[in-house]
């Protein structure tokens, strides 16, 4: 009897802990690629720069006046420096599917507001934070919410329809 007492009190206890409040109702993420028109060469012909840029659109959102802090996000070893900023206009027009089968528009649930995340890459070096059932290609929101540290997965990254070269 004392032994399921402990493992139920040890169930209990880690399934508390898996879930941290963040403050995130939803979070919504979108890669889009911009192909360069003319791409500059050295001497040899070789590329001076890549002919591909990927822009990273991620959107959260949140109940009540309550915000979380975001520090980091992770993706695939990389780490980001992330801005948050209140999106004012709403609806929010996003754009198409790679696909083209159909356009996508952000509208928070009644209650809610919405965030855009401002997230550049930089030069840190350091491990990505570990995360239970991580998946390559997953965006790791790194935070505090209410004095109390957090990490939210986002599992589904939508592929927008890329912007054409000028």
Not at 15 to 27: E, H, Y
Not at 117 to 140: F, M, T, W
Request: aromatic share 6%.
């Amino acid at each position: 009897m004392k032994i399921l007492c402990i493992l139920a009190l040890v169930v209990t206890t880690t399934a508390l802990a898996a879930q941290q409040p963040s403050g995130i109702v939803n979070a919504y993420a979108f890669m889009r690629e911009h192909f360069a028109g003319t791409i500059a060469v050295d001497d040899q012909g070789n590329p001076m720069q890549r002919g591909v840029d990927t822009v990273n659109l991620v959107y959260i959102e949140t109940k009540g006046n309550d915000v979380p802090t975001i520090k980091r996000a992770w993706r695939n070893g990389q780490a980001y420096q992330v801005s948050l900023l209140p999106v004012k206009q709403l609806p929010v027009q996003i754009g198409s599917t790679r696909s083209g089968e159909r356009k996508l528009v952000l509208q928070p649930t009644r209650g809610s507001r919405l965030w855009q995340l401002s997230i550049d890459p930089v030069n840190e070096k350091g491990r990505q934070p570990a995360v239970k059932a991580y998946k390559r290609n997953d965006l790791i929101l790194e935070g505090e919410y209410k004095k109390s540290k957090f990490l939210y997965t986002i599992r589904n990254i939508t592929m927008l329809m890329p912007i054409p070269s000028v």
